[in-house]
């Protein structure tokens, strides 16, 4: 049974540049939390997708968007990149609409230069 | 708002001793808690978590948490330390004050050393 699944490991923009994130949820999943994990910090919560709708957001920017497709997998898109954008990005899966444990995928670190 | 609290930005402790990596929690209803842990350039690993019943949670490699309601702490403990037990903590407590989403709210974290 695959976990939780992203690509790529990792990617290097520059400042003003667009970036896709993929994540493939566990099997049985059918909700995607994406977090931002700066250097030193706790993950912090961007938005969930659920039903193929993003059902919560947390304190990002509009250039942070996202999409969850008809198998449960999810994309995070983020425009006009910034130096501050740098971060390991951790898509999270779990059932029941969320309420549950999340489980992580290994995450994408994104270099922005 | 719901928030968690890891005073301790690292853990020293030597292998076979006990550990105690220390968390706070202040939530507005019942609280929701879990732990991570996380491993060089890896995600997040679950760990354990408190929803409701016994105050002594037991969870994977050996690991457990206790919750102390009077306190408002889950601190993760384990009687016999490990070197591969070394990597970065995290406490999380499950935001609940808008729409029951799972949404988790993590602490700075706690990095353990267990020295050989």
């Known amino acids: 049974d695959a976990g939780v699944t992203q690509s790529p490991t990792h990617l290097i923009k520059t400042r003003g540049q667009q970036v896709t994130l993929r994540c493939s949820p566990k099997?049985?999943?059918?909700?995607v939390s994406w977090y931002q994990q700066a250097l030193g910090q706790g993950p912090q919560f961007i938005f969930q997708?659920?039903?193929?709708?993003?059902?919560q957001r947390g304190n990002f920017p509009d250039r942070f968007s996202g999409h969850q497709f008809p198998n449960y997998s999810s994309e995070l898109n983020v425009n006009a990149l910034l130096l501050g954008d740098s971060a390991l990005y951790l898509c999270a899966s779990s059932e029941t609409g969320g309420v549950d444990e999340q489980f992580f995928g290994p995450g994408t670190r994104l270099t922005v230069l | 708002a719901q928030s968690v609290a890891q005073p301790e930005d690292q853990v020293n402790v030597a292998e076979g001793n006990p550990l105690t990596v220390k968390c706070t929690y202040s939530?507005?209803?019942?609280?929701?808690l879990f732990w991570y842990v996380q491993y060089p350039n890896r995600g997040l690993q679950f760990l354990l978590k408190?929803?409701?019943?016994?105050?002594l949670v037991k969870g994977s490699y050996g690991f457990e948490a206790e919750f102390n309601k009077s306190q408002t702490s889950f601190h993760l403990k384990k009687p016999s330390a490990l070197v591969s037990d070394s990597a970065l903590y995290f406490c999380a407590v499950r935001d609940d004050g808008s729409g029951n989403t799972g949404k988790l709210i993590f602490g700075q974290g706690t990095t353990l050393q267990v020295k050989p």
């Open positions: 099997s049985g999943h059918d909700t």
């Open positions: 408190y929803i409701t019943g016994d105050n």
């Open positions: 939530v507005s209803g019942n609280p929701y």
């Open positions: 997708y659920y039903e193929e709708e993003e059902r």
